[in-house]
């Protein structure tokens, strides 16, 4: 018997990734050209959602005699199915609310890359339940259950298809992989920076951090609440934490290390113009190492 091949060009993925493409590149390229770990994040998310782009560009369904398979964009992403295991097919109609991609449901998963309209497969003795997108959902159905009842099971076919299946695992492990880089390298730029005296200088540590002599400082105080940022010019944002290169308000280049979670922040005016802003990771440490290092520049000063 001939197979019969279905066609869904993703719209919605399309164009909903390419925005998404767009946004990550654009901000790469405005991060500044030394802020090497933000333009790290947008790369790997730029790679990330062309990936995407790639997995979900399409839906092709193709069925014959014995089997039914699916395969999302380039091929990587899909499934097999023997027609002797399904108990029913029927065509569904799936909400906004579920979205698009691979999500779970109820007793199975939900692969879909654009519109509404899908086919849910139901199998025998497992209650299992698979919904595949499809823009023909109807034809489709009338196919399958005309099959249902024709066909068997073969040890052969089974291996070829678990075979073709297994490299599926490797792909989500992949992705997986990526997204757990990704959050633990936000995770590292979320933290407080480190701050060390020394005898002649502090130290911020961290992507932006800086040696800080304290006969440099013109001005060591704190204050309670921030200026606002106009631009950032080479550095890091992420919620209420920013690092790096930025631009404040009557204030003009600064660098900052600040949480604005948390109150007082110290401000530091160097004699070469440079301003910085720090604070840490509690109310009480940013005072103590306030104080900390107010004592060591008096100690620093000359004698009169």
């Given at each position: 018997m001939e197979s019969k091949r279905f066609t869904q060009f993703g719209t919605f993925s399309v164009i909903l990734?390419?925005?998404?493409?767009?946004?990550?590149?654009?901000?790469g390229l405005t991060v500044g050209s030394t802020?090497?770990?933000v333009k790290l994040i947008y790369i790997v998310l730029s790679l990330i959602v062309f990936i995407s782009l790639l997995f979900f560009y399409k839906m092709v369904i193709e069925i014959d005699s014995t089997a039914i398979s699916f395969k999302m964009g380039i091929g990587i992403i899909g499934k097999s199915f023997y027609i002797s295991e399904i108990e029913s097919c029927k065509p569904v109609k799936d909400s906004f609310l579920n979205g698009w991609g691979i999500h779970k449901i109820r007793n199975?998963?939900?692969?879909n890359v654009s519109g509404f309209n899908?086919?849910?497969?139901?199998?025998?003795?497992?209650?299992?339940?698979?919904w595949i997108g499809t823009n023909k959902p109807d034809e489709i159905t009338e196919f399958i259950?005309?099959?249902?009842?024709?066909?068997h099971n073969t040890d052969s076919n089974y291996t070829s298809l678990n075979k073709s299946n297994s490299k599926y695992k490797n792909t989500y492990l992949f992705l997986v992989v990526v997204l757990v880089i990704i959050a633990l390298f936000t995770?590292?730029?979320y933290q407080p920076e480190k701050i060390t005296l020394k005898e002649n200088q502090f130290e911020i540590s961290g992507e932006y951090g800086l040696p800080v002599n304290y006969s440099d400082i013109v001005v060591f105080d704190t204050i309670s609440q921030m200026p606002g940022i106009e631009m950032r010019t080479n550095g890091f944002t992420l919620g209420k934490v920013s690092k790096g290169n930025f631009r404040l308000t009557n204030i003009g280049s600064a660098i900052l290390f600040i949480n604005y979670n948390v109150s007082p922040f110290v401000q530091v005016a160097?004699?070469?113009?440079?301003?910085?802003?720090?604070?840490?990771?509690?109310?009480q440490s940013t005072i103590d190492i306030f104080d900390r290092i107010k004592s060591m520049k008096k100690q620093k000063q000359p004698s009169k």
């Amino acid at each position: 018997m001939e197979s019969k091949r279905f066609t869904q060009f993703g719209t919605f993925s399309v164009i909903l990734l390419s925005l998404f493409f767009i946004f990550s590149i654009i901000m790469g390229l405005t991060v500044g050209s030394t802020d090497k770990s933000v333009k790290l994040i947008y790369i790997v998310l730029s790679l990330i959602v062309f990936i995407s782009l790639l997995f979900f560009y399409k839906m092709v369904i193709e069925i014959d005699s014995t089997a039914i398979s699916f395969k999302m964009g380039i091929g990587i992403i899909g499934k097999s199915f023997y027609i002797s295991e399904i108990e029913s097919c029927k065509p569904v109609k799936d909400s906004f609310l579920n979205g698009w991609g691979i999500h779970k449901i109820r007793n199975g998963w939900f692969y879909n890359v654009s519109g509404f309209n899908a086919i849910e497969l139901t199998f025998k003795n497992t209650g299992k339940r698979i919904w595949i997108g499809t823009n023909k959902p109807d034809e489709i159905t009338e196919f399958i259950n005309g099959l249902i009842n024709k066909t068997h099971n073969t040890d052969s076919n089974y291996t070829s298809l678990n075979k073709s299946n297994s490299k599926y695992k490797n792909t989500y492990l992949f992705l997986v992989v990526v997204l757990v880089i990704i959050a633990l390298f936000t995770l590292y730029q979320y933290q407080p920076e480190k701050i060390t005296l020394k005898e002649n200088q502090f130290e911020i540590s961290g992507e932006y951090g800086l040696p800080v002599n304290y006969s440099d400082i013109v001005v060591f105080d704190t204050i309670s609440q921030m200026p606002g940022i106009e631009m950032r010019t080479n550095g890091f944002t992420l919620g209420k934490v920013s690092k790096g290169n930025f631009r404040l308000t009557n204030i003009g280049s600064a660098i900052l290390f600040i949480n604005y979670n948390v109150s007082p922040f110290v401000q530091v005016a160097l004699k070469n113009g440079q301003v910085i802003y720090f604070n840490s990771k509690d109310r009480q440490s940013t005072i103590d190492i306030f104080d900390r290092i107010k004592s060591m520049k008096k100690q620093k000063q000359p004698s009169k």
